[in-house]
Every structure is written in structure tokens, then in C-alpha cells.
């Protein structure tokens, strides 16, 4: 079966270091999941637009209750099965890897997913086995972090580290960039491949309030390569004075932009639209806009043209 | 010993071995899945299937690589 071919895909997250942060902010996640609130609530939007209703859900990297609570809401989804990452998030049904997904294929009829698989190594894998998993006509709809996430901390830490240590160090996550979404998608087996992006601002008092909601979050650095060691002190605090200088606003406060991309895609199904032939077309395309037809002078058929 | 907690059938129907796609064998008393093509059974904690093969217990005799 082509499934999981990992052996050529490069290893650039420490999965087990995802696993750890996410449990270890389990715990008190409650206090700052004001991101994957707002995002369940527009993934849950996005749902109610497609006018369908799906017997079986299946939720991968679910953590705490916000996309359950979001998408239960319009009772579009009879059963919603939640995969998780740790036994500590409420409301998880088993615990997997969206990368070795323990998921029967053709059994889903709905996969969902809340800013979760940016963390995987093998994206066009785990778009495949999720592909598999679903039935004919069946939805993929995920919220991942896009590129331009934390773009602000990206150049400060890069710009200071340069200058205090000579060297830049992975210090934030590498994110797939929206120009490679749908072709991810499509290249995944998906059918209508759709992606799109929005970038919410968050402002916080400085970068130690930026980095201690990353943490809480579960969402720091996992980069197989990051520095293993605590980073000097003196780039945390000259990485906050060049943050204030360059992107304070009035009030003193700094803004942190989290660009959320949203990849939709179908099974594949006959039912599905798809592009006609050439040539097989019923009605006009001069009737449809209401216009009079020109001939653009050449022909295919001289003897039928008018 | 402690009390079992039950999984729900529904979710059994759809949970396979992540490593071979395989189908699972539900053994309700020692609280695991049995993946018999990939040699592994997978724990199920607190009713709460874990289905990573770095947690799954071995089985013994007729080892498989694959």
C-alpha cells in the first residue's frame, strides 16, 4: 500500500518534542488558547457553509474542547472521534500520530483538523493517509500555521543573534507557505483543492509575554536542530529592545502575527464536478453573458461556423 | 486490578494498526488492540486507545519484522 514513505522526506521536527510540549502545556492550555478558539470557530464557519451533513468525524490533533464545541454546534456531524497527541487534553477519543494515522482507510466521511499538522515532517504523507482514510466525497478540512507566522520574532532573533553570537540558529519552526497548499493537496489525491489564509494580530506587552504564551500554548520551537541549550540571556534581551524599536505601537505594545492557513479538499468521487471535454458543451457561452458571438476568424470547422 | 473502562464500539470499527493498516483484535481483558500482522498490541488506558507503535507491547513468539 502507499502509505507513510518517510524514508524520503526530511526529518526537521522532533515529534516526541511535540509531543512533550503539547502535554506539558495541557495542563493550564485553558489559559492561553485564544488562537485555537478563534480558529475552531472559523473552521466552524467554513463547515456550516458547505451545506452537508457527515455520519462519521474524525478530529487529528485535537486539544482541549474548542473545535468539538465549535462544530457540535450546527449538528452537521453525527459522531466527531477526537485523536490527540497526550491523555491530558479533555475529550480525546485515542491517541495517535497524524504521520502513522490509525485510521481504517474509506471510514471517514469528515476530517477536521485545528492547527496541528504544521508540526509534521511528512505533509504530503499525512495528506495521503488522510486522503485514504476518508470515504468517496469525503472532507478534508484542516487550519495549519502558515509561513509568515511570528515573522516579527523571526527577523528580531535572527538580527540579534547575528550580531551578539555571529550565527543564526533555528530558533522558530520552518511553516509551509500558502503558494504550496492546494498543490500539496492536489498532489495528495484530493479533489477541488482550495486554500487560503488569514493573518490574526495578537499584542502583547513584550516578547517575554509572546514567549510565555508560545509555551503555554505548546507551540515552541521543535526543530530537530534547534539549540538544545538555554539561549544567552543577553539575545532575549536585546531581541526584546529591537522588537519595541522596530514594531511597538503607540501604547508601547508589540504585535505578533499568527498567519493561519485552511486546506480543503475532497476525496475523490464520480458525483464531483469536473471540466467537460472540449467541444461537448449544451449551451453558449455568448447566451450565458448575454452578448452576440464574433467569430475570432479561424476556425477549427469552416463549414459549420456562422 | 483496576475496572475497566469500555471503548466505544464505534471508534474500534474505524481504528487500525498505524504501521501496517491492518486490521486490530480487541482483547477486553487485558485492555489492548492486537495488531497480529505487525507483532505489536497497542494499550488502551483509561479507555483511551494509544495507537503509537513506540508505545505498543511486543508480542512474543512469532516475531514479524514487517
Not at chain 1, 499568527?258 to 472540449?278: E, I
Not at chain 2, 464500539?9 to 494498526?17: A, H, M
Request: glycine share 6%.
Amino acid at each position: 500500500m502507499p502509505t507513510s514513505e518517510s524514508e524520503n522526506s526530511a526529518i526537521i521536527f522532533d515529534r516526541n518534542a511535540v509531543r512533550r510540549h503539547q502535554a506539558r502545556a495541557a495542563a493550564s492550555f485553558a489559559e492561553h488558547d485564544f488562537l485555537f478558539r478563534e480558529v475552531a470557530e472559523r473552521l466552524a464557519d467554513r463547515l456550516q457553509d458547505i451545506k452537508r451533513s457527515f455520519d462519521v468525524g474524525i478530529s487529528l490533533g485535537a486539544r482541549g474542547d474548542h473545535l468539538r464545541e465549535s462544530l457540535m454546534g450546527n449538528d452537521a456531524i453525527s459522531v466527531l472521534h477526537e485523536m490527540g497527541s497526550n491523555t491530558g487534553s479533555p475529550g480525546i477519543a485515542f491517541i495517535g500520530d497524524e504521520e502513522a494515522l490509525p485510521v481504517k482507510p474509506n471510514s471517514a466521511d469528515l476530517i477536521v483538523s485545528n492547527l496541528a499538522l504544521h508540526w509534521t515532517n511528512d505533509v504530503p504523507g499525512t495528506l495521503i493517509q488522510c486522503r485514504q482514510a476518508l470515504k468517496p466525497d469525503g472532507l478534508f478540512m484542516a487550519a495549519i500555521l502558515g509561513g509568515e507566522t511570528l515573522t516579527e520574532l523571526r527577523q528580531v532573533l535572527m538580527e540579534v543573534e547575528a550580531e551578539i553570537s555571529g550565527g543564526v540558529s533555528p530558533r522558530i519552526s520552518p511553516f509551509a507557505e500558502l503558494s504550496d497548499a492546494a498543490s500539496l493537496l492536489q498532489r495528495a489525491g484530493f479533489n477541488l483543492p482550495v486554500a487560503d489564509s488569514d493573518t490574526i494580530t495578537v499584542t502583547y506587552s513584550n516578547v517575554f509575554a509572546l514567549m510565555h504564551d508560545l509555551r503555554g500554548m505548546g507551540e515552541t520551537n521543535a526543530v530537530v536542530t534547534r539549540p538544545k541549550y538555554f539561549s544567552k540571556r543577553q539575545i532575549f534581551l536585546r531581541a526584546a529592545e529591537r522588537y519595541s524599536e522596530l514594531f511597538a505601537g503607540s501604547d508601547g505594545k508589540i504585535p505578533a502575527s499568527f498567519q493561519v492557513l485552511y486546506l480543503t479538499g475532497w476525496a475523490p468521487d464520480a458525483s464531483q464536478q469536473k471540466p467537460l471535454r472540449p467541444g461537448t458543451a449544451s449551451t453558449r457561452l455568448a447566451d450565458a453573458l448575454e452578448t452576440e458571438e464574433h467569430s475570432a476568424g479561424e476556425t477549427a470547422d469552416p463549414e459549420n461556423s456562422n | 486490578m483496576t475496572a475497566k473502562s469500555t471503548v466505544d464500539p464505534k471508534l474500534l470499527e474505524i481504528l487500525v494498526c498505524p504501521v501496517t493498516k491492518q486490521a486490530l483484535r480487541y482483547d477486553e481483558d487485558a485492555q489492548e488492540l492486537i495488531s497480529e500482522a505487525a507483532g505489536l498490541a497497542y494499550p488502551i488506558r483509561d479507555g483511551i486507545p494509544i495507537m503509537l507503535a513506540d508505545e505498543a507491547r511486543p508480542l512474543e513468539g512469532d516475531q514479524k519484522s514487517d
